[in-house]
Each structure stands twice: as C-alpha cells, then as structure tokens.
C-alpha cells in the first residue's frame, strides 16, 4: 500500500479524502467474524478500524502525527454517513459508530468523489480566458502597458537628446489605483511561484483580496511585530486580552484575581468561547481554498517554502483576524514551552489540547468538509511552532514593490494624446531590461576558469609584493609559499628565478692515479 502527497491544486480537500478512502479499502484487514450465533466474511471491527486508520493518518504526511483518536472516530463516522463503510446489515448514513466490537464491511459501490472539472468554453462562444499571473508579460508588468520595448527605447534616446530648453511634455500620474494594483499584483506573484501552481485563479478569488489590507498588515505594525488596528472596536475585548495574557504568562499573573483549584481552565474555556463566538474564522471562509492547498508543502524538504507560502498568505487577510490570529498564536506557543502550566486536561496533553480545541476557530470551510478537523489541526499545529517567522513582515516584499511603486514615478511615458487622459487608461514605461547570461560550451568554460583563476593568483603575487604592511621575513615565507604552490605563474613574474634556482650538477668524482707499489720505491 503506497500514498502519495497531494499536491496544490484546485478541490484539494476532495483529492485528500479520496486518497483516504482508497487507503483504507485497500488496507484494512479483513477477518471472518462470528457475531450473534452467526459468521460474518470479510468485515472488520470498529476498534479494529479505528487502531489501523489511526496508525495510517499519522504516517501520512498530508495529515500527520497530531491525529489524535477521537478525530479518527470522527473520521470514521463521517466514512458511515457517505457509505464509505456500512454494518454487516447493510445500514449506513443515520447509524452511529462507536470505538467498540461492532461489525462493518465496504459496500460494493465505489466511495469515491468525483471532482468537478470547470468545462472549457468552446471558441465560438468568444468567452475569454483569465490571464494567469505568470502569463503576463513579466514579474510586476501591467495590463495597461502597450508600448514594446523598441519604442521605449526610442522615447528614452529622445529624451536624451532633448534641448533642455524645450518644454517638457506632459506626463500620466500614476494614481492610487494603480500603487493599490502594484500590492495586490506583486503579493500574488510571489505567492504564485512559491506554490508552483500554474494560476491562482481556481483557489482564489481575486476579486476578495483587499490591497488595503496587505498594506496595512505590512506597514502598521508595533515594536513585537503585531498589527495595530486604527478601529479599536474590531480589537480584542480587554477580558479577553486579560485572559490571554494570564495563561501565556502563568504563574505570573495578575495577583489582584481570584485563583482557585482549576482557574487555568476556566480561563482557557473563556478565551476558547470567544475564539468561536467570532462570525468566522481567524482565516476567513474566502480564503479557505488556499490554506488547504499550502498544507501540501508541510514536507520535511519544503519547510521552508511552506513557511514562505504562509507568510504572504496571512498578509490577505483582514489586518483584525490577522491581529486576532497573532496573539493566539503566541499565548499557545508560551502555553506550550511553559512547564509550569498544570494539565488543561486529564488525558490530553497540553499542546495536543491546545491545537484541537483552536483548530476549528482558525480554519474551516463556510460548506461542511468531511476533512475540516484533520487539516485545521494540521495547520494550526505548524502555524503554532513557526509562528514568529509566518507572522513577520516578509522585508524583500516591502523592498521590491516600495522600489517599483518608485520606478513608475519617475519613469512614466508621455500622454500622446487627449483621449489617453480622458479614457483614465494609465501609459506605464515598462521595466528596466535585464540581461541573464548565455550558454557556453565546456570547452570555453574550462578557458575561462583556467584564465580568470590565473588573473586570480596573479593579483595575489602583486598584493605580497606591494604590501607596505607586511615584513619583509613575512613578504619571504609567502614568496617562497607560492613559488612551491604556482611555480608556473611565479616563473613567469621572475623569469630569472628559475635558472638561478636550478640544481648545480657536481663535477665527476676524479680518482688520482696513485703510483704502483715497487720494490724499487
């Protein structure tokens, strides 16, 4: 049995809980029961179904191991009402499951969703496709840009050659539409290539992004990084901020309350209350579809990717969820740390109590979803252990558009005419052309190499002999250093060198004739 992630893309909540399902057909261990003075072939117990499924969802890694076993209960009773499983009588839809010895099977008929494909409109209807972000012309170009790069590079040679004297020509403002546009456009982009998706058009709807609110979350923001409101009524109430702050600080808190056995967990059900009490949740309905689809980069590998993809998506939402979002975030991560906050709960851990008490007020879908609960405490639990970093405001960002907001100031092309000005269609100079670098073959990349390392250790020869600093026994070692490591480009700077340093061949060993022995001598 093999299980793959499923990656971003449109109805991703429906891929997963096929995936689930066919996990589960095709795993489960099937036994003959005797149940009632009678057999039962190929069925399984609740319990049964409930260990194996547990144990499956928390190896996957589309969910995890925060899938606690209540939640695989509740999964299986969902698996009950869609005939996904039903008892060895036939009965599903209204019957309840139980964690218990009771018998079920799989129905004959396929379980499995169909995933609505959007139908393609036929060429003689003329309905236009939406233009994606990545097919426009560049990373922040404009739909309303219609001059070519020739004419642009004409209009700016005139320019040039201008007589200083000459009146200049009236130019379009670049009006606030049009920075708001710059926001929502160049955030868009960014988040398109981090999820590597072809368009964003099938999980977002971009007519509910509010560039107000991306401007707002990046540009207003106090000395920890939280976003103020300038509405003080869309903020937390103060009993709600008090609380918080008692359970993220505990035992340091206020002294002036009332403390009794179990105070910590009344305060933690009076901030779970207001959570839930909101219209919607932390990450609205509307943007939904997307936060499902970021949950497919919680790999081990892409952790970093995912941290960005959360990053730009938080900076959509409404700057008060976006502050509502930010503190919770940060009273469960000091709940989490603090060692000294007794059990929110007699069985359950404090973390796990945390992430599945908050995940249904932080994300969920405005149509019941079969999967909601498994994927918000997936969400939440990550969100929770990289929170300081999703919540930031991302810097290049801010940079890049603040750059190019600059750009279009200085850079805009001539009206021609009246109508332009009248018609409110907005003549950008497009962006300054860049060069990227040409393919060269193996050949001339090891010359290259081989040259620009030797002009390398040549500027290097240069520096240990014009070093004013260096002493002269230092200015020796490392001559006599680099002789032994690039005798060629030394031989070269000291062509007399060489022949000095040749070994001296020794004279052959003359042997003296000495006299033969005699007896005359």
Partial sequence: MSSHIVTPGPYRATKLWN????????????????????????????????????????????????????????????????????????????????????????????????????????????????????????????????????????????????????????????TGDDELNIWRDTTLTHLQKILGVASL?????????????????????????????????????????????SLANWPKYDSAQLSYPGFERDVFKTVSDYFYSLPQPLLTYELYELFINVLGLF?????????????????????????????????????????????????????????HTFSGCVLASAEECELDELLATRLVSFLMDHQQRILSVPEYLVGAINDHVQYLRTAQVPIDDVANVVSGNPVYAPLPMYTFCCQISGAEFEQQKLSCSQKAMEDLLEMILTDQNMTEKDRRKKLKQFQKQYPDIYSRQFPSTEKANKPKIKAPLLIRKTKAFSIRN
């Fill in 19 to 174: 995936e689930i399902t066919r996990l589960f057909r095709a795993g489960m261990p099937l036994k003959k029961h005797r149940q009632n003075l009678r057999n039962y072939s190929s069925c399984f117990t609740a319990v049964a179904a409930v260990d194996w499924l547990h144990q499956m969802l928390c190896s996957n890694s589309n969910f995890g191991p925060d899938v606690t076993r209540q939640q695989t209960v509740q999964l299986l009773k969902k698996f009950l009402k869609n005939h996904v499983i039903e008892d060895v009588k036939g009965r599903w839809g209204t019957e309840e499951l139980e964690d218990n010895n009771t018998l079920y099977r799989f129905p004959s008929t396929s379980p499995l969703k169909p995933i609505p494909y959007p139908a393609v409109p036929s060429a003689s209807k003329g309905i236009k496709k939406r233009p994606s972000l990545r097919d426009k012309e560049g990373f922040f170009r404009f739909k309303s840009m219609k001059k070519n790069e020739q004419e642009t590079e004409e209009n700016r040679q005139a320019e040039e050659e201008r007589d200083p004297g000459e009146p200049q020509v009236q130019r379009r403002e670049l």
């Fill in 299 to 355: 790999q081990p590998q892409s952790e970093r990717v995912a941290i960005d993809a959360l990053q730009l998506c938080t900076l959509l939402l409404p700057p008060a969820s976006r502050r509502k979002l930010q503190l919770l975030m940060r009273m469960m991560s000091r709940i989490s740390q603090n060692v000294d906050m007794p059990r929110l709960h007699p069985a359950i851990g404090t973390r796990t109590m945390m992430v």
């Fill in 201 to 245: 058009d099938e999980v977002l709807d971009h007519r509910s992004i509010n560039p107000h609110n991306i401007i707002h979350n990046m540009n207003k923001v106090n000395k920890h990084g939280v976003v103020t409101l300038d509405d003080k009524t869309n903020d937390l109430p103060h009993w709600v901020l008090s609380a918080m702050k």
